[in-house]
């Protein structure tokens, strides 16, 4: 990827459901400014910076606000080290709040025509800035595998500003339309990254704290390099009309690492919990055919001695629920590390 236009900017159109709509089918995404309340994305960005900074990962004697990093301490998903610090984070209740914020409900209503069911699982990001020894950039990858359901679309917001050289994210306006494409086991989301040509015109932007990138499923996408001191926080949340079906896996917690009791345990208010019961939505299999085929993939790599199925193996051992591969994984990372 050479060359990257700017975003198209949809803002114009946020009152303008059908219009979204028709943009968001022709495109694949929608950049939108200001959806979200500034100061309350950056209240959210302050409680995670106090963790991080407890977690070690900000430079000592800078201040919290500044988000410098500890590049001693860079690490990434899923290794335990990063784990460790993210797990409190990923329950905080205020960043729970902002993806069912009721602009990103108004929102999405206009857009789909009827009453939305916000995904309980998201992710949230902590990006350490890209050096010659740790670069943890986001490959071009699709979300339809990792999501499974019915069409669901993500949206994606920085939290605090994101200019270019801090890594927002870049989509390839128009490759919705291509269906899903050939990947191989690669670092980044799920352990799979994009091969062959890719689809469509290469977009990004500056981002400013309440901004949100809205992209289909199928849409190829990935994060530009952290090039700042900073690191760089964001969260995607996945929505879809309440009529459609989602996949079970949605419904639980980032990696299954918390039941949903412990998560509210410490909320100050059970006002939004379980928010997703009351659509009582179709509950329907996750697709797992495109796990499985990296994993077989992942194993032929890591026999092979080659260190780039560490991450994928990584997610077996924490995610799958099958005991042999399991074990299978476990001992095949044993080897590698030891032949590191």
């Not at 390099?225 to 879809?240: C, G, H, K, L, T």
């Amino acid at each position: 990827m050479t060359e990257i236009a700017s975003f198209t900017d949809s803002t114009a159109l946020l009152d303008d459901g059908p219009g979204l709509a028709a943009r968001l089918a022709e495109d694949g995404y929608l950049f939108l400014r200001g959806v979200l309340p500034r100061d309350e994305v950056l209240a959210v960005r302050e409680r995670l910076l106090a963790l991080a900074a407890a977690g070690g990962w900000l430079a000592e004697g800078t201040p919290h606000a500044a988000a410098i990093a500890e590049m001693g301490r860079a690490c990434k998903d899923p290794e335990p080290d990063y784990l460790r610090v993210y797990a409190p984070m990923w329950k905080d209740e205020a960043l729970h709040r902002l993806r069912i914020h009721e602009n990103v409900l108004a929102l999405f209503e206009r857009i789909f025509g009827e009453t939305v069911l916000t995904h309980p699982m998201f992710v949230l990001r902590n990006i350490f800035p890209r050096r010659d020894d740790f670069d943890f950039t986001t490959g071009m990858h699709q979300d339809k595998v990792h999501i499974g359901g019915a069409t669901n679309h993500a949206m994606w917001v920085p939290l605090g500003d994101v200019p270019r050289e801090k890594g927002p994210l870049a989509v390839a306006a128009g490759s919705h339309k291509a269906g899903v494409l050939d990947f191989e086991v690669g670092a980044g989301a799920g352990g799979m990254a994009l091969v062959g040509p890719i689809p469509g015109t290469w977009v990004s932007g500056d981002f400013q704290a309440g901004d949100v990138l809205i992209f289909a499923d199928t849409a190829v996408h990935q994060a530009l390099p952290n090039r700042s001191d900073e690191i760089r926080m964001s969260f995607d949340a996945r929505y879809q009309p309440a009529s459609q079906g989602i996949a079970e896996r949605e419904l639980k917690t980032y990696a299954d690492m918390y039941s949903w009791e412990e998560v509210y345990a410490g909320w100050e208010s059970t006002e939004g919990q379980y928010y997703w019961r009351d659509l009582s939505p179709e509950i329907i299999p996750f697709d797992n055919s495109y796990y499985e085929r990296r994993d077989v993939m992942a194993f032929e790599m890591a026999a092979r001695g080659d260190p780039a199925a560490r991450d994928a193996l990584l997610r077996i051992i924490q995610r799958d629920v099958d005991a042999g591969k399991r074990a299978r994984a476990e001992t095949l990372l044993a080897r590698l590390d030891t032949a590191a």
